[in-house]
């Protein structure tokens, strides 16, 4: 299983980033994902999550309405849309997915993760 993880980028206040997670290994199988972020000196924290079931979709409180997590049809491509970029969303950013049915919600849980996608919204 290999997630790789792109599109991150220098961006000022208010614009807009897309990230992308190619996913291989598990395009046959159901699995949750979740972007996560870490900023500087600070821990890794949750993002938005897409169970296998998409219609569960959450999102920390502090980037809905922003951000929007999708899947592609083929089940192989995970997106995390940015729109109206804060300095604070400033971080590299995540993707993960497990196969099992434990909490989607909690990164703790993933079991696969990209390399990361550094994000920086400056002021």
């Known amino acids: 299983v290999q997630l790789q993880a792109s599109g991150g980028g220098l961006v000022q206040t208010g614009g807009y980033l897309r990230l992308s997670c190619a996913v291989s290994g598990l395009t046959f199988r159901a699995y949750d994902m979740v972007w996560s972020r870490q900023g500087p000196g600070k821990e890794r924290e949750f993002v938005a999550a897409?169970?296998?079931?998409?219609?569960?979709?959450r999102y920390r409180d502090s980037v809905m309405g922003r951000f929007t997590i999708s899947r592609n049809s083929a089940k192989d491509t995970v997106w995390l849309q940015m729109n109206s970029l804060k300095p604070e969303d400033t971080a590299v950013y995540y993707c993960a997915a497990k196969t099992d049915s434990s909490d989607p919600y909690r990164i703790s849980n993933y079991g696969y993760w990209g390399q990361g996608t550094l994000v920086t919204v400056s002021s």
């Open positions: 897409l169970p296998w079931r998409g219609d569960r979709r």
